[in-house]
């Protein structure tokens, strides 16, 4: 193999690297954050409803990692069992949702229970969570 054939050949495979995203590729390494997964609040959060009535917007979380979807998780929306809080369809406290291919995950109707006052709904997968902040009134 001549020198030309060694020095095209390492710069080719130093290229992939690099778009690989691989650590040390050409002096790049990615940061812990863009090597853990995130589950980022897309829309629910922050809502009210009068108590014994549906909250407006459905709850929706983004999973991903480096800002790529990550399809095919379960996502499991918990509400509190106790004081202000929701019920998901069929009087449940806790619903699991597989992210679609696009990385997103969404709740079913949360209904407000009939107390009034603030609460949060947990969105997790695995060590990953959201929280949803929410208000009965």
């Not at 060694?6 to 040390?24: I, Q, T």
């Amino acid at each position: 193999m001549s020198d030309r054939t060694r020095r095209y050949g390492m710069a080719a495979l130093g290229a992939v690297l690099a778009l690989a995203g691989c650590s040390g590729a050409n002096g790049y390494t990615q940061t812990p954050e863009e090597l853990t997964p995130r589950m980022d609040i897309v829309s629910g959060d922050n809502q009210t409803a009068a108590i014994n009535t549906d909250f407006p917007a459905h709850l929706r979380v983004f999973f991903n990692k480096n800002g790529m979807p990550l399809g095919g998780h379960p996502v499991t929306f918990n509400a509190p069992a106790q004081g202000a809080g929701g019920t998901f369809p069929g009087g449940v406290l806790a619903v699991t949702v597989t992210t679609d291919a696009g990385g997103y995950a969404e709740s079913p109707t949360l209904t407000a229970n009939g107390i009034a006052g603030s609460f949060t709904i947990l969105a997790w997968n695995a060590s990953y969570r959201a929280n949803f902040h929410l208000t009965n009134q």
